[in-house]
């Protein structure tokens, strides 16, 4: 029988969504990705050299299963039918030529392949000139699915349409002849759902994303601080039955997704370019944090195979782990002891009280505990379903740690003393734009603003006046002057913040200081800040790598104070004070009978209330009350003013001390020595970013009233260092079955 027409003419097919339902190049990247996840810098390099090169290098590194692959069926078994009747059919795709042959041997139909070369993109016009030069003008007809086709299909013969949309068939019909169409069961998401089932759920990828996003929403602002307690066992689920690389990639994209959404506040610097780049770096350091974590605790066989002893012991090492983490968090590279895992619960004040003891380590390590108590209790529920009660032996010891807790800090709570002394404090809000702080134009006018705002203030005739970092533009000349005048005239005890500076024959050292001045004008004490803020008032390694200074942008560095200082306040007359003044926020917090004629504070500079060594070295010297002088303005009317509260709630706790926050443009506030935030300052509006006023009356006991410190203040990080020591247990164990 002599051949018909079409047999004469070659038919080139078309591979990703014609052949396939999928994207070979999509696909490859979803598998490298899932593999490591660390892959994504290597693939954004390789597609700035273009589609091609990308291509190539997707093919040498990730191998696919041509038998695993999604064919289309019907058009398949059309093809089956074309060769037999002696059709040649060549296999023209973008896709590389690495990755398509394996497919073409697979099918066994084809008798020619062109592809993608690492050097040329054979997709469109590049398609249709390789087609051409072979088998000339409309010398052969093309099998495609999409846009991309339109070229080829306008130089072919014949189309033959697989797997296309509407649009794409009505616009193949008025490029050429239209042959067979094979677009049943066409889905536009076929091959984002192969991608995504690919890279997020069979890698857990999907679930380390919604576990990062559940921990970001129990910090402030949203503190929904259930979701702390549930996050962990998902990113457990996430990492378990995974091989210690990939649960570290699964930690690490949580860690990754958690830092960004909660530390979003960094773009709102107002420097140009510099606060992305610092938010994408810092999340990603940050997150090897979490990686490690999985590392470190993720086994290959799922808790449930353990004993029932083996899952406790194994619940209480991974949250050892997780609260050593965090202590080598806040130390490592100056320490970043920030949204520790406790801290999202510090509107629970009852637990709280657990950290008086272990610092709000004890907290992280109470919330992870019963986190991994649930998921093993989930375990349990989904493979022994017949043993309908097995899952409460799981949770049944963290949930009674958990309410002895709450049992023991309410019953602390409760036993608290009663001020009988209490000393009128005034807070200065001045909610200065951080862009008017670098402007030399405007400091004069600034400043005689915020002395305005401190001459309303005064009426209320307190014993002490606070000012926030940053709210003396400089300490120039005339600014002390005017300083020490303003505490004469209105016999005020004042604390401030502004720069120090010590000159010696060979350098002079640049410090953010606290001062104190006596109702005389005269400058008593000098606090130096001890934690300054990496590439915000120091750049790490900078005598050895300049360029870092890009990275920043401040011009010069400050140097670290070396000890606390304690404030005394001596010669105060204090007196009974009750009630309410609405117009200028006084707050009564206890009632007040003389004798009292001192107090005694200290004073955190920045972030250093986060800092809970700092906070306890502090707090040794038999303080009545803590104070922070911060500058929260960099980062706009966000969530990091909250954060920073929750943070230093904890410091509260730790060592029983109230402490006053005065901002520059919040959350200016007092919390109790119990953890408590008494009061915020906001304005009429009910804003708490505004300038304005806060004053308290701050109770002060008596020397014989005073209850002994806290086990944390006299003890330290005890609790900390004990889960480092099991953390470590647990490394060298790790390591010891890697090479055994």
């Known amino acids: 029988m002599p051949p018909t027409p079409d047999q004469n003419i070659p038919l080139a097919v078309d591979l990703d969504g014609t052949l396939i339902r999928t994207d070979m190049m999509w696909e490859s990247l979803a598998q490298l990705l899932r593999r490591n996840v660390f892959a994504i810098f290597q693939i954004l390099f390789w597609w700035t050299r273009g589609r091609a090169y990308l291509k190539q290098k997707l093919a040498a590194r990730v191998k696919i299963d041509p038998a695993t692959l999604p064919y289309n069926e019907k058009f398949l078994a059309w093809l089956h039918e074309e060769k037999k009747s002696g059709r040649k ?34 997709r469109s016009e590049n398609k249709l000139r390789a087609l051409t030069e072979k088998f000339g003008a409309r010398g052969f007809d093309y099998a495609g699915n999409s846009s991309a086709d339109y070229a080829v299909w306008r130089g072919s013969r014949q189309a033959v349409v697989v797997n296309a949309s509407p649009g794409v068939l009505k616009q193949a019909a008025g490029c050429t002849t239209f042959g067979p ?23 857990g990828y999907l679930f380390a994303i919604v576990a990062g996003l559940l921990l970001a929403c129990a910090f402030p602002k949203l503190s929904l601080a259930g979701f702390a307690w549930v996050a962990p066992a998902l990113l457990m689920f996430a990492a378990t039955g995974k091989s210690r690389y990939d649960a570290f990639c699964v930690g690490y994209l949580a860690g990754f997704t958690f830092w960004l959404a909660s530390l979003y506040w960094l773009l709102f610097i107002p420097v140009t370019g510099l606060p992305i780049l610092g938010w994408i770096l810092l999340a990603a350091y940050l997150a090897l944090f979490t990686g490690t974590w999985t590392w470190l605790i993720t086994h290959r066989s799922s808790p449930d195979t353990l004993s029932w002893t083996r899952r406790v012991l194994w619940t209480l090492s991974a949250a050892a782990a997780w609260v ?75 949930l009674v740690v958990v309410i002895l807790c709450f049992t023991a800090g309410l019953f602390r709570m409760n036993h608290a003393v009663a001020a009988q002394d209490s000393m009128r404090v005034t807070l200065i809000q001045p909610g200065i734009p951080q862009t008017v702080m670098w402007d030399p134009r405007e400091n004069e006018r600034s400043f005689r603003q915020f002395l305005a705002l401190n001459e309303a203030a005064l009426t209320n005739e307190p014993d002490l006046v606070v000012w926030p970092e940053s709210a003396v533009p400089e300490m120039s000349e005339e600014n002390c002057r005017t ?258």
């Open 324 to 398: 050593a983490l965090e202590m080598i968090r806040a130390r490592f590279l100056g320490g970043f002891p920030w949204s520790f895992l406790g801290v999202s619960q510090y509107q629970l004040v009852p637990l709280i009280q657990l950290a008086s003891i272990t610092g709000v380590y004890g907290v992280s390590f109470l919330v992870v505990w019963f986190s991994l108590a649930l998921f093993c209790a989930a375990q349990m529920i989904l493979k022994n379903p017949a043993k309908r009660h097995g899952w409460q032996a799981e949770i049944v010891l963290p």
């Open 181 to 203: 169409v094979f677009c049943e069961n066409f889905s536009h998401l076929a091959v984002a759902r192969s991608v995504c089932n690919e890279l997020f759920w069979r890698s």
């Open 483 to 740: 300083i020490s005048a303003f505490a004469r005239q209105h016999h005020v005890w004042l604390i401030l913040n502004g720069e120090d500076v010590s000159t010696s024959k060979t350098e002079t050292n640049y410090f953010n200081a606290a001062f104190l001045v006596n109702p005389q004008g005269e400058l008593t004490r000098t606090y130096h800040k001890q934690k300054l803020v990496i590439f915000g008032e120091y750049v790490p390694l900078v005598h050895w790598l300049p360029f870092l200074q890009w990275f920043t942008p401040i011009v010069g560095g400050w140097t670290e104070g070396t000890n606390s200082v304690t404030f005394p306040l001596d010669g105060l007359n204090l007196q009974s004070r009750t009630g309410s003044d609405a117009t200028n926020k006084v707050i009564t917090i206890g009632s007040a009978t003389p004798p009292r004629h001192s107090a005694k504070t200290a004073v955190l500079i920045c972030f250093e209330d986060s800092f809970a060594p700092v906070t306890r070295e502090a707090a040794q010297d038999d303080l009545d009350f803590l104070i922070n002088l911060t500058n929260d303005g960099w980062f706009g009317d966000t969530s990091e003013q909250w954060q920073h509260m929750a943070n230093s709630v904890f410091r509260c706790v730790e060592n029983g001390l109230p402490l006053l926050r005065c901002s520059n443009n919040g959350i200016t506030c007092s919390i109790n020595g119990y953890g408590r935030v008494e009061t915020i300052f906001r304005n009429a509006k009910n804003n708490e970013y505004q300038a304005g006023v806060l004053t308290l009356e701050v109770p002060l006991l008596q020397p014989s009233e005073k209850s002994a410190a806290t086990f944390y203040n006299r003890h330290g990080d005890w609790f900390g260092w004990g889960c480092v020591g099991v953390a470590g247990l647990l490394l060298c164990r790790k390591m010891f079955t890697h090479y055994r």
């Open 89 to 122: 059919l060549i296999l023209a795709t973008a896709s590389d030529l690495k990755m398509t042959q394996p497919i073409a041997d697979h099918v066994g139909l084809f008798d020619e392949v062109l592809a993608s070369n690492g050097a040329v993109n054979l």
